[in-house]
C-alpha cells in the first residue's frame, strides 16, 4: 500500500494567519512523511501523505485571493513588502517536494507582483538550489537542540546542517528564516540553547537577512495517546502535566500547553538569552 495518495483538491479555503504568514493556502499535501513525536499533521492523518493533483487549481485560488480578497498593510511583521501565504502548514513541503512540481509553484510566487511563498523544514532541500526565487520564497528552517532533536523528530537533518545551509540558501536567492520550533522546557533547557544561539552566531554570515519565529510548545492529547501506543518517543519531555494546561484548539482538539503563569517567564527568558548572543537575530513573534 503507497503512502503516498494522489488526491484532487475540492475546497480552496485561504485562512488567516498573522504569524509566520498573513495567510494559509489551501493543503498542496496532507500529513508528513517523517515521524516527528510533536507533530500536529499527524493528529488527523497519522500515516501517509495526500498530494494534490490539481496544484494549478490552488495557485489560481492564490492569485484571486491576492487581488481581491486579501487584506493586509504593508509593511507588517510577516513582509516589508509582499503578502505572505504558507504554502505547507500541513505539511513538509521540502521533504516532500518531489512529488510536486515545484519549479513551477515557485516561478507563481517568483512572478507574482504582489504575492510571497513561505515554507517551514526540518531538512535540508538540495534540490531547490538549483532555482533561484529571486527571494520571494522564504524557508523557514526549524531549529532546536540537537539532544532533543535526535528524539523528537528522528531522521531529519542534523541542527548544525541546517545552521550551515542558511548562507548557501541565502546566495541561490531564497529568503531564509529560522523557526524555534516548538520549543520545549526540560531541566536546563536554557543551557542547550545557549549553544543553538552560539552555533548561529558562529555559522550565520548573513547576518543582518536572518530573522526568527519562536513557538514553544503545545501538545495534543489524541497524539500522546498515540505516541504511547506505538512507543514513539519523547512524551517525558512533551507531556509534563505539572506544568501544563489544556487549551481546546480552534478545530476542537484537546491540546496542553505551558501554564500561562509560567510561559510568560519562560519567554523572557528565551528573549533575553537570545538577545544576549544574537541580537541580529530579530524575533518577528514569540508566543
Not at 495518495?5 to 500529513?31: A, L, N, Q, W
Not at 496544484?55 to 516589508?80: C, M, R, W
Amino acid at each position: 500500500m503507497s503512502l503516498v495518495d494522489k488526491v484532487t483538491r475540492k475546497t480552496f479555503t485561504i485562512r488567516e494567519s498573522g504569524r509566520s504568514s498573513d495567510y494559509i493556502t489551501p493543503s498542496f499535501g496532507y500529513g508528513c512523511l517523517l515521524k516527528c513525536s510533536y507533530c500536529y499533521m499527524k493528529r488527523h492523518k497519522p500515516e501517509g501523505l495526500s498530494v494534490a493533483k490539481n496544484f494549478g487549481d490552488i495557485l489560481t485560488s492564490i492569485n484571486n485571493h491576492a487581488y481581491f480578497y486579501a487584506d493586509v498593510e504593508k509593511p507588517n511583521q510577516t513582509d516589508e513588502q509582499y503578502i505572505t501565504y504558507d504554502l505547507a502548514c500541513n505539511e513538509d513541503f521540502a521533504l516532500h517536494s518531489k512529488y510536486y512540481p515545484w519549479e513551477k509553484i515557485f516561478e507563481f510566487f517568483k512572478n507574482h507582483p504582489i504575492a510571497k511563498a513561505t515554507l517551514a523544514t526540518k531538512i535540508i532541500p538540495v534540490n531547490f538550489l538549483s532555482y533561484n526565487p529571486d527571494y520571494k520564497v522564504r524557508i523557514r528552517f526549524s531549529l532546536m537542540p540537537q539532544k532533543i532533536s535526535s528524539i523528537l523528530e528522528p531522521n531529519t537533518s542534523l541542527i548544525i546542517d541546517r545552521i550551515k545551509a542558511i548562507d548557501a540558501f541565502i546566495e541561490a536567492g531564497y529568503d531564509i528564516h529560522v523557526n524555534y520550533s516548538p520549543v520545549v522546557v526540560y531541566d536546563n533547557w536554557q543551557k542547550d540553547y545557549e549553544e543553538l544561539f552560539h552555533m548561529m552566531n558562529d555559522y550565520v554570515e548573513y547576518k543582518d537577512m536572518v530573522k526568527a519565529e519562536v513557538i514553544f510548545l503545545t501538545h495534543n492529547e489524541q497524539k500522546h495517546y498515540y505516541n504511547l501506543e506505538h512507543n514513539i518517543p519523547g512524551e517525558d519531555l512533551l507531556w509534563t502535566p505539572e506544568i501544563q494546561e489544556k487549551k481546546i484548539s480552534s478545530y476542537g482538539g484537546s491540546n496542553v500547553r505551558y501554564r500561562y503563569d509560567l510561559k510568560a517567564g519562560y519567554i523572557r527568558e528565551f528573549k533575553e538569552l537570545h538577545n544576549s548572543i544574537v541580537p541580529w537575530n530579530t524575533i518577528r513573534y514569540i508566543f
